[in-house]
Structures are given as structure tokens and as C-alpha cells.
């Protein structure tokens, strides 16, 4: 069980060999467990100055043995990371010293601490909210610049703000409600239902238009899911080393020879793409090649966006019809793959098949139109476009299912307003929307969330 009063400490980095490593600890006992061990002429463990590191060596206890030199930094609360005390000592990386100096360091009376225990300090100390919290892993796990920068707003409290904002609103119209409830008409003036149904409509559009960022956000975290598919031979393996620019996949004239699915990650406009070429779309009698098929029906399923290969120099056949009713209702580009050969497809005849769909011809063997596909991914993937330099995106799902109760509840709210409700039933969907709202920051989430939340952290952050 956790307690905010005792003092926890565990390796911050990487355990490796390396230049430096990293023991923090945090709590009540923190500088007296850390001075115990630390000998340095500028340090005075009875009043040592905050955020200022101090050169000296790390000392066993027992045996007097100096074990390595170090860097030791105290921040005091509750001006730290935590919001309680703080100490952190920088030694060097090796798996045995940054273990020994564990060691002491809980026989000194911390304990190690549980997976995003500091973090989850922090939250609990009110140095930081819940989105906040989550926007550190999100920091950390970032595979793109882009998705960097919007974690980083997050961490910075940008999206707390807003929603904060949200809630003042909210509590302002509980207000006016409330009061109504409370006193008889003829004591007070009557509540403006007029205006309060205003105010909510305004509030409803900002959530609204914060929940219409979370498809461009969830892309920039998750990244867009691509698939290849086209009958055999048509180039898919080709145009999928052509967009890693590099050989991935086997080509040969073969009709067949991807049998297996391939996948590879590229990034375009700071967006992960995840590829994945194959097995040709066809009848087949061979095994092996009927079970690659199979799989890419599976991931033609889950896929977010289709490239669907077509061979410029051949005419349309059965097949590509086939595969073109595979693709109905998904987000698809048509690729008109062998543009070095003599064209024997035109755009009439795709009249039917992908006339709703982008239309892009390349040269996989050359390289030629690949800059216009990766253009073409981005924008039929990400077809309503948020600056990410301005504005706030939504790129967690918890935040999404929360916002979506909210709007919910606001749209109850304003329904009742113009409906004459009862004042203590529209209270009912406005104690709703704020319990969510609570949820998001964390000021009303129940603990097993909580729990769920921080045991995605690593150990020391």
C-alpha cells in the first residue's frame, strides 16, 4: 500500500553502462537518508541549499568504504518535482554501483518506489493535474517531433486551462440554478433561462470544437495505419521500398512472392505511418499463399487509410474490381503504379471504382511520384487540419470518452433551459458534466483509474 508520508527512492535511468546514473529520492526522511551516505566539505546536511548540486562521495555505512564520487542535488518542498522534498544522486552508470547505492539507500529507510509513484506524488501534491501526469509519459514515449510538441503543451497545463476554464463556466450556471432551487421567486429575481441556455450553447461549441481535434491528435500519437493491397504483380512491394527509400521487401516477377505481411514505420509531415505491404488479392490454391490473403483481409479491416496499386500499363481486369469493392467506405488512394510504361489505364476507366478516392501515378522502380503520395497520404488521412503551433489537441482517448460525457450532459442542460425543466433536473445533468470535467483533471477519478494510469510508467518516474 502507498503512503504520501513515507519516503521512496529507485533508479531514474536506464540501468546500463553509461556516463551517468541517476538514485532519486523523494519524502520526509529524503536529505537524512541521502546525508548519511554523502561526505562533501560544502555540504551541510543540517542546512543545505536548494537546487544546487554538491561534489562529493558516496560512503557504505558499514564499512566506511568509498564506493564513487558523485553529484548530489536537494530541492526542498515544496518547490520540487514532487512537492516533497527531493534529493537526487548523480553517480556513475554501471549496473553494480547504481544497484549498491540502492541498496544503502533503502536500508537507510526508504522504499523502492511503485512505477510512476514520483509523478503520481506530484499529482497528489497539487503540482500538477491529471493531464498533466499523463502528457510525462506521452513525453517520454514521443516518436515525432510534432507529437513532442503536443505533449509538451499538455505537460505545460494548456489543456488543464482550458478545462479549467470549462469548469468555471459550468459552476457559474450551477450557480444561477442553484439559486433558484434555493430561494422562492418572489424573494429573488427570476433566473434569465434565456441567458443561461446562451451561455451553455457557447460552452457546448467549445467543447465540441476540442473533441473535433482528437482525430488529427490521435494520429500524431498513434500514427495512420496503411495498407497495400492490389492483385499480384502490380508493384506493392516496389512503391513499399520506394516510400522507405530503402529494400524492405523482396520484388521478383513472380506473381505471388509476397506471401506474408510486411511492415515498416515512415513519418510524413511529423505524422507516423505505419506501411504494410500484402500477399497480391487473388484466388489461389496454394496454402501458404491463401493464409497471406487471409491476413490481408484482416488488416484491410483495420486499416486507416488503403493504397490501392494498379498497373498503368495493363487494363483493368477482374481482380482490381474486386479489389476495389474491398476498399468501399474506407479512406483510399488510387495508385497508378508503372507510369515509366506505356499507360493502357486511363482515368475513365476508374470512373466507378475510385472517383471518390485520390488518383496518384508513380513510378516505383524510378522513384517518380512518390513525393506526391506521401503528400496525398497526409491529406486524405488528416482532412481536417488543426495548427498544432495554436492549438490544443486531444490525443488521449480518456480525455475524448470525457469530453464526450460532457457534451452530453451540456446538451441535456440546454435542452431543459429551453424546455422549461425543472430547475432541481437540470441540476442533475450540470453535477454530471462537472463530476466529468473533475474526472479529467482528476479531482473526482476513482483511484483504481488512477492506479491504471501511473502503473503505465516506468520505475523512478
Avoid: W
Avoid at 73 to 100: A, F, Q, W
Amino acid at each position: 500500500m502507498q503512503h504520501r508520508d513515507d519516503t521512496i527512492a529507485a533508479i531514474a535511468t536506464p540501468v546500463g553502462t553509461g556516463g551517468i546514473g541517476i538514485i532519486k529520492l523523494t519524502g520526509p526522511d529524503a536529505l537524512s537518508i541521502a546525508s548519511r551516505l554523502f561526505q562533501s566539505s560544502s555540504f551541510s546536511a543540517s542546512s543545505p541549499e536548494t537546487h544546487r548540486l554538491y561534489y562529493g562521495t558516496i560512503i557504505d555505512p558499514d564499512d566506511r568504504c568509498r564506493l564513487d564520487d558523485v553529484l548530489l542535488s536537494y530541492m526542498k518542498s515544496p518547490s520540487s518535482y514532487t512537492g516533497d522534498d527531493v534529493v537526487e544522486i548523480n553517480c556513475h552508470s554501471g549496473l553494480v554501483i547504481l544497484r549498491k547505492i540502492l541498496d544503502l539507500v533503502i536500508r537507510g529507510g526508504a522504499r523502492l518506489a511503485e512505477p510512476g509513484e514520483f509523478t503520481k506524488r506530484a499529482f497528489l501534491n497539487g503540482r500538477i493535474d491529471l493531464t498533466q501526469a499523463e502528457a510525462v509519459i506521452d513525453v517520454i514515449d514521443a516518436k515525432t517531433e510534432n507529437y513532442l510538441k503536443l505533449a509538451s503543451r499538455h505537460l505545460r497545463g494548456d489543456l488543464a486551462q482550458k478545462t479549467k476554464a470549462f469548469r468555471e463556466t459550468l459552476l457559474e450556471i450551477s450557480a444561477h440554478i442553484e439559486v433558484s432551487i434555493d430561494f422562492p421567486e418572489d424573494e429573488i429575481d427570476a433566473v434569465d433561462t434565456g441567458s443561461l441556455a446562451r451561455k451553455t450553447a457557447g460552452l457546448s461549441d467549445m467543447v465540441k470544437q476540442l473533441l473535433s481535434t482528437f482525430d488529427q491528435g490521435n494520429l500524431y500519437r498513434m500514427g495512420i495505419q496503411a495498407v497495400i493491397v492490389g492483385k499480384p504483380n502490380v508493384g506493392k512491394s516496389s512503391l513499399l521500398n520506394a516510400l522507405l527509400g530503402d529494400t524492405r521487401a523482396i520484388v521478383t516477377s513472380i506473381p505471388g512472392t509476397t506471401r506474408d505481411t510486411i511492415q515498416e514505420t515512415i513519418t510524413i509531415e511529423g505524422v507516423p505511418v505505419r506501411l504494410t505491404d500484402t500477399a497480391g488479392l487473388r484466388s489461389s490454391q496454394n496454402e501458404i499463399e491463401q493464409m497471406g490473403i487471409d491476413m490481408t483481409m484482416s488488416k484491410l479491416a483495420d486499416a486507416d487509410l488503403v493504397l490501392v496499386v494498379l498497373d498503368g500499363s495493363d487494363e483493368l481486369d477482374p481482380r482490381d474490381r474486386t479489389v476495389s469493392r474491398y476498399v468501399k467506405g474506407k479512406k483510399a488512394i488510387a495508385v497508378i503504379n508503372k507510369s515509366d510504361l506505356h499507360q493502357h489505364l486511363s482515368a475513365d476507366d476508374l470512373n466507378g471504382l475510385f472517383s471518390s478516392h485520390s488518383i496518384v501515378k508513380t513510378s516505383a522502380l524510378h522513384g517518380r511520384g512518390i513525393d506526391e503520395l506521401k503528400q496525398a497520404i497526409y491529406q486524405t488521412a488528416i482532412h481536417n487540419s488543426h495548427d498544432i503551433s495554436s492549438d490544443i489537441l486531444l490525443c488521449n482517448a480518456r480525455h475524448k470518452s470525457i469530453l464526450e460525457r460532457t457534451q452530453n450532459s451540456l446538451q441535456a442542460v440546454f435542452d431543459g433551459l429551453c424546455n422549461g425543466l425543472a430547475p432541481e433536473l437540470i441540476s442533475v445533468d450540470l453535477q454530471a458534466a462537472l463530476h466529468a470535467l473533475g474526472e479529467l483533471s482528476g479531482e473526482t477519478t476513482a483511484d483504481d483509474v488512477l492506479d491504471m494510469i501511473f502503473s503505465k510508467f516506468c520505475i523512478g518516474k
